[in-house]
């Protein structure tokens, strides 16, 4: 595996714990309201100490969140990372000289290496009459006596740590605004990776240290934030008018730009993320967009994003969130703040000059912005990913592809075999925003916060062995419902059930593996029988059977072996297009008892031989299928 593969998931495992810092947030924000007042101070002493807790015991839920995280949710590893962090907090306290604490960083070192231990161990045979401690069990083992050993070694380069670490914090105090607007680039640059977490977890949680008023240490921008550090929230207030303004003027920008006739669903799509990003600071969908599309546009939002960090900080602008920069962190950590309305004016002027620059931009150089050109959007089959995840799956290089599914709000981390086998194009119609190959077989698809949900399904399908059957696309073309055939034998399923096709070249290719079990006389029509026994009719235009001349031209015979992209019929596109009804051709398979559930792909333009367009599910178990 290569470093930005391992990086990737380690930002992965990174982000899981910060997941538990909204519940923190909003119970410290309820403790702060006039409890006493009103008759309850126990209200206020609950939510604060609750809240506080979190954040006091943050450095134990890192350690289990990145151990469970790297070991694709195994449970010894969470629970080794918890035991080595225990053992570290005794040993450190009475050892030590008072001033070690467990850290995040300490925190993540123990996930770490809990994590790799059990995926390294998991299946360790030690000789019979101790083998109780073989397999996973040896882990548990194995951070027992580890952490004893590094926390021992601990108590000595602690404070060394400690001491680079406040070195760092004077380096960014001494750059002042330029320390910020370096650090609001390298933020949204790796962003694009899925690496931002690795960046964020230094200064939102390692650099600066508080001392409260009860004596308690507190490191990292966030945690003494709401632990009421008045020179804390630098790191995190010029997030918000990035999130909340910013990338929702893109969103408006992408909407107007569109053509007419998508505009609709567009519209729909980016009010949705552009709410999204408002209220929440999910930026991603809308990032994505362009950022393939546009990568120098990124690259200018990049720096955009660091100014705006600059801004802040020349105005003493602090403010800070538990989440992402959107309204509701705004809104709710507000009392801790300080300056904070001043983001509101900098905010609307950083909306509109993204609005104006990136329609300009958009028009100017014909970024190719959703809305532009024919595409899918997840949300027009967002209440159907469950049928749709077989066609995901395909896209990915099917399930001998897939070493690892795993996701995180917005998109698909994937280990797998081969990169080379993902289809690109068939994930962008498929509702995909963005395809990031890191190397190593490391990927990343942005499908936005529906991500979690079609790594569900896809891990279903990865564990259940469905005897399903997919379908290439026999034309080049668009794919269209068969109800929309201008035909009513067709269009009400008489002769089967499946698609068609408006061709836009000459030519029918096998959809699928199979035997040519039926040709016609004239050659508009045939037949294939597939390996799990079902049978599929390809039928070249509507009214064809009667056409004279040698319009089509078969390259195969009946009998004939053929897979999927293999040329079957040429035909003369242009003659049937004005001596025919239709150039509707529907692809059906006529024994449909034998399906027990149907997937489409989106009804757009497909490619010949561009996989997969239609999946189906077996009733039967135990039928037979062509190895590949």
Known sequence: MNWLGSLQQLGRAVMLPTMVLPSAAILLCVGSLPWAAWGLPGVAEVCTWAGQGIFYFLPYLFAV????????????????????????????????????????????????IAGSAYNRYKHIKLPEIVQFFG???????????????????????????????????MLMAHMGGFGLFLYGILYRILTAFGLHHLLNNVFWFQLGTYKTPSGSIVQGDLPRYFAGDPTAGTFMAGLFPIMM???????????????????????????????????????????????????????????????????????????????????????????????????????????????????????????????????????????????????????????????????????????????????????????????????????????????????????????????????????????????????????????????????????????????????????????????EGLEVLLHIGIDTSQLKGGHFTAVVQEGDAVEPGQLLVKFDINYIRSHASSLATPMVITNPDRVKSWSFAPFKAVKKGQTSVMSVVLHDRNVGGLES
């Not at 730009?257 to 600071?281: I, N, Q, S």
């Open 65 to 112: 969140g990145v151990a469970w995280g790297l070991a694709n949710q195994a449970g010894p590893a969470g629970l080794g990372a918890l035991a080595g962090m225990f053992i570290y907090d005794q040993i450190t306290r009475h050892l030590g000289n008072g001033g070690i604490q467990p850290s995040t960083l300490i925190g993540i070192i123990f996930g770490m």
């Open 245 to 531: 303004f910013a990338l929702p003027g893109i969103a408006l920008a992408i909407i107007q730009e569109a053509r007419e006739d998508l505009k609709p669903k567009v519209k729909k799509t980016f009010l949705t993320a552009a709410l999204v990003c408002f209220l929440t600071g999910v930026s991603e969908q809308i990032e994505f967009a362009f950022l393939f599309a546009a990568p120098y546009l990124f690259i200018l939002h990049s720096i955009l994003s660091g100014i705006a960090m600059w801004i802040t900080y020349a105005l003493d602008i602090h403010h800070g969130f538990s989440y992402s920069a959107g309204a509701i962190d705004y809104l709710l950590n507000f009392h801790l703040s300080h300056n904070a309305l001043l983001i509101i004016p900098i905010g609307l002027g950083y909306g509109l000059v993204y609005y104006f620059l990136f329609r300009w931009a958009i028009r100017r150089f014909q970024i190719p912005t959703p809305g532009r050109e024919e595409g899918s959007t997840l949300e027009d089959w967002a209440g159907n990913i469950p049928y749709q995840a077989p066609l995901i799956l395909e896209a990915l290089g099917g399930k001998d592809n897939i070493v690892q599914v795993e996701s995180c709000i917005t998109r698909l981390r994937l280990t797998v075999k081969n990169d080379r086998m993902i289809d690109g194009n068939a994930l962008k119609l498929l509702g995909s925003a963005g395809l990031i190959k890191l190397g190593g077989g490391n990927v990343q698809v942005v499908f936005g916060t529906y991500s979690e949900l079609i790594r569900e399904e896809v891990n279903k399908l990865l564990h259940r062995d469905l005897p399903q059957v997919l379908f290439s696309a026999p034309v080049q073309g668009k794919m269209i419902p068969i109800e929309e055939v201008p035909d009513h034998i067709f269009a009400a399923k008489l002769v089967g059930d499946g698609v068609a096709f408006m061709p836009e070249k000459g030519e029918l290719v096998s959809p699928v593996y199979g035997t040519i079990m039926h040709l016609y006389p004239t050659m508009h029509a045939i037949g294939i029988s597939t390996p």
């Open 135 to 169: 397999g996973s069990r040896f882990v548990l083992l194995f951070m027992g006596l580890f952490s004893a050993l590094f926390s021992w070694v601990m108590v000595f380069i602690a404070p060394l740590l400690q001491k680079a670490l406040n070195e760092l914090t």
